[in-house]
C-alpha cells in the first residue's frame, strides 16, 4: 500500500520559510496527483496545492499564491512545499495526500480532500507573530 511520509514542519517566525516534504513509497504509478493540505486547531481541513504527475499543473488556494510553491522531484519520489513570507494564519498540522489517477491540478476541485485516496500522518507548522 502507498505510503506518504512528510517532514519539515516546525518553528518559525513571522515572514520567514519553511520546506515541507512529501515522500511517498511503494508507489508504482505513472498518473497521480500530490495535494498540500492543513488543519488548524477547531477548523476544518482546507486544500493548500496540488501538482499533477499526468501534466505538470498546479494549484494554489488564493490565501497561499506567491508565497508558496509546489514542487516535485520523481527521481526520489518526493513533493516539496516551499512556503515563504509566512503568516501566524498558516498555523497548522500539514498533511500530504495522494489521488491515483490522471488528475489536472487546475482548479479548487484538485485540491478537494475527498478526491484523495491516501493520506500521511502530518506535519505540525507554528508561525509565530
Known amino acids: 500500500e502507498v505510503q506518504l511520509v512528510e517532514s519539515g514542519g516546525g518553528l518559525v517566525q513571522a515572514g520567514g520559510s519553511l520546506r515541507l516534504s512529501c515522500a511517498a513509497s511503494?508507489?508504482?504509478?505513472?498518473?497521480?496527483?500530490i495535494g498540500w493540505f492543513r488543519q488548524a486547531p477547531g477548523k476544518e481541513r482546507e486544500g493548500v496545492s496540488c501538482?499533477?504527475?499526468?501534466?505538470?499543473?498546479?494549484y494554489y488556494v488564493d490565501s497561499v499564491k506567491g508565497r508558496f510553491t509546489i514542487s516535485s522531484d520523481n527521481a526520489k519520489n518526493t513533493v516539496y512545499l516551499q512556503m515563504n513570507s509566512l503568516k501566524p494564519e498558516d498555523t497548522a498540522v500539514y498533511y500530504c495526500?495522494?489521488?491515483?489517477?490522471?488528475?489536472?491540478?487546475?482548479?479548487?476541485?484538485?485540491?478537494?480532500?475527498?478526491?484523495?485516496?491516501?493520506w500521511g500522518q502530518g506535519t505540525q507548522v507554528t508561525v509565530s507573530s
Open positions: 501538482i499533477s504527475s499526468s501534466d505538470g499543473t498546479t
Open positions: 495526500a495522494a489521488v491515483l489517477r490522471i488528475v489536472t491540478c487546475g482548479s479548487i476541485w484538485s485540491i478537494d480532500a475527498r478526491e484523495y485516496d491516501y
Open positions: 511503494r508507489f508504482t504509478f505513472d498518473d497521480y496527483a
